[in-house]
């Protein structure tokens, strides 16, 4: 008997958006950080069901059900729990990896419990040590010296791992451990002398996945002289993986939803708890002493739809920075970077200056590629030459920014700092946006499983990726639109009846050129063949981006109200689009007065016309 692989559950749980999910079945409206509506697995006439984007996670307080998105499927379609998988699988776009359930599948998902287990026992014992043990005082001291007391060492559970191991041995065999778990767990490692402690004489910081588990850990040396490596964190094991887990997420999902979908970044571990209990900047998180990942993009996405750096303001800082704000853009998040003194971190500036300091930074942060081009105009001076230079490495970042509404409103910006026309400035970028699709494209081939067509074979790289390109990116309300319009003749007709309301988020949201297609040409709802014909006459990002929106079944008797509902969301989706790019050029405070009170005045007149289409 086959079953989903351990790792593509996880991988569809991850990539599940709990408000695109629950979307897809019932109307929602945001309410503050939430999304609202009518419960539907009970009568109610006021909403009580409210989607959580932060935790993923639905609950009605009216009947008191509740759950993630796999659950909510569950219940609203009668499916038990591979069968709603699989059905999320689908909605996501996520690609079923079965494995036959044989021992083998048994022992690893045994092994996983055993180590994750084995890490909480650890923990307590380093915790324990740090707290209790003579030898740690210097740990203390350290720990003293950066602000962080006895009470939120115990809040974060960090500890100290001693220099002899015989202790954590002894405490794991009584607990019916073995020294493969130890191995297993990477707690202890091997070379040609045998085994020996990985951790030793170091600050412990637990890894907690989103779920809380501890998966893994992170050591600090408390002796600088003892070991080159400042940080050993756990090896890959069956519950660790680095590049796949912030410090502090578990922490941190409710504060980000609380904050707008606004999480903060920061370098290190001891930076998100100053962060957190320090500053009451509890929206932090960080990554495990590694670059930013696309991973860690991904993940982060799923809770923030905006992302503050709070890195270094020295030339590493920037550095890195640089490198994060691409993952992120890429990932559909807007960057914004707080300006930090010089030499400061989060830690260090709210101990040197107070936590307002670092409250202020981050209330003041400006877009990342506002900040970045304000920093190197300062360092170009009126040098022509390096002011030149500039357009092309300006050019490039814009680019990485995936959502194309935000990186035209970019190009305008910036076309205006750096002296050039925007329609210039957007020729570069768009030079530039190409390439990146290429190179992503050339990079997919090479590391493809599968081999060449006939039709490929002999043929260039560069022909190919001219040939192939990447599918049109959909917003999600543009994409349960042409959801409706494939699958219900009914439907499709209310949508033309109301395509004069549908402009403005056809002309501002992401795909809406394919629903224009569709509107104009009127494919055969829910016949296969009848789509396949239509996708024939679209360009070929339009073709691909069609496969992956599902023919669904609408109920009749609801049909008007999914309809309605869909066509509003669209609407309420344009006006934010429209009201985050003004927001963005009064921030920016770089155009004449008179242009300033025309932004404002369309400001206000749109967020009066958003908070009636939500209400």
């Known amino acids: 008997m086959s079953r989903i692989t351990q790792e593509c559950e996880a991988r569809i749980k991850s990539s599940a958006?709990?408000?695109?999910?629950?979307?897809?079945?019932?109307p929602l409206r945001r309410a503050g950080y939430s999304w609202k509506a009518r419960c539907p697995f009970h009568n109610e006439k006021t909403p009580s069901f409210h989607v959580n984007p932060a935790r993923q996670s639905f609950h009605c307080f009216g009947c008191n059900v509740g759950g993630d998105a796999v659950k909510f499927v569950m219940m609203f379609e009668n499916l038990d729990y591979p069968t709603a998988l699989r059905r999320l699988a689908g909605i996501c776009g996520i690609p079923i990896i079965e494995e036959e359930e044989d021992p083998e599948a048994l022992r690893r998902r045994h092994i996983r419990t055993r180590v994750v287990q084995l890490n909480e026992l650890a923990a307590q014992f380093y915790h324990t040590q740090l707290c209790r043990c003579a030898e740690a005082q210097h740990a203390r001291d350290y720990l003293k010296q950066r602000?962080?007391?006895?009470e939120v060492a115990k809040l974060w559970q960090l500890g100290w791992a001693p220099p002899t191991f015989h202790e954590l041995r002894e405490l794991a065999f009584s607990r019916g451990f073995d020294e493969k778990t130890l191995v297993e767990a990477y707690l202890v490692s091997s070379n040609d002398r045998g085994n020996y402690p990985v951790f030793r004489d170091r600050l412990m910081f637990p890894i907690r996945n989103v779920r809380g588990e501890v998966v893994g850990f992170s050591g600090r040396v408390m002796q600088e002289d003892q070991d080159p490596r400042k940080y050993v964190n756990t090896a890959e094991t069956v519950a660790f993986r680095k590049g796949e887990l912030l410090f502090g997420l578990y922490k941190a999902t409710a504060p980000i939803g609380k904050a707008g979908m606004h999480a903060v970044i920061c370098e290190g571990q001891l930076d998100v708890i100053a962060c957190h209990e320090n500053a009451d900047v509890r929206n932090a998180v960080a990554g495990l002493g590694t670059a930013f990942t696309d991973d860690h993009a991904r993940i982060l996405a799923k809770y923030a739809k905006r992302a503050t750096l709070c890195y270094d303001g020295d030339r590493a800082g920037i550095a890195a920075a640089e490198k994060t704000y691409r993952?992120?853009?890429?990932?559909?998040?807007?960057?914004?970077?707080?300006?930090l003194p010089t030499g400061e971190d989060p830690d260090s500036l709210i101990r040197t200056n107070g936590p307002e300091a670092l409250q202020q930074a981050i209330a003041d942060a400006q877009p990342y590629l506002i900040r970045r081009v304000t920093h190197e105009l300062e360092h170009c001076g009126q040098d022509a030459g390096s002011r030149a230079a500039l357009v092309p490495r300006m050019a490039e970042l814009t680019a990485q920014v995936s959502d194309p509404i935000r990186r035209d409103a970019a190009v305008v910006d910036l076309a205006t700092r750096l002296n050039i026309g925007p329609e210039a400035f957007r020729a570069v970028v768009g030079n530039m946006v190409r390439?990146?699709?290429?190179?992503?494209?050339?990079?997919?081939?090479?590391?493809?499983?599968?081999?060449?067509s006939r039709e490929d074979e002999g043929e260039d790289v560069d022909d190919f990726t001219e040939q192939v390109v990447a599918p049109l990116q959909?917003?999600?309300?543009?994409?349960g639109l042409i959801s409706m319009a494939i699958s219900s003749k009914k439907a499709q007709d209310m949508l033309v009846e109301r395509i004069e309301d549908l402009q403005e988020p056809i002309r501002t949201l992401s795909g809406g050129i394919l629903l224009q297609r569709i509107m104009e040409l009127l494919p055969t709802p829910g016949d296969e063949q009848a789509l396949r014909e239509f996708a024939k006459q679209l360009p070929q990002e339009q073709a691909l981006a069609l496969r992956s929106v599902t023919i669904e079944n609408y109920p009749e008797d609801r049909l008007e109200e999914h309809v309605n509902c869909a066509c509003a969301r669209a609407a309420s989706f344009a006006i934010q689009e429209r009201i985050d790019i003004l927001r963005g050029r009064i921030r920016a405070a770089s155009d004449g007065a008179e242009t300033l009170k025309t932004y404002f005045d369309e400001l206000q007149h749109l967020i009066a016309?958003?908070?009636d289409t939500v209400s």
């Open 474 to 479: 959909l917003h999600n309300a543009i994409s």
């Open 327 to 339: 993952k992120l853009a890429q990932a559909g998040l807007e960057v914004y970077q707080a300006d």
């Open 147 to 150: 602000g962080v007391n006895i």
């Open 435 to 452: 390439e990146l699709k290429k190179n992503a494209l050339r990079e997919a081939r090479r590391t493809s499983q599968s081999p060449p």
């Open 609 to 611: 016309i958003n908070d």
């Open 17 to 26: 958006d709990i408000v695109e999910v629950v979307g897809r079945y019932v």
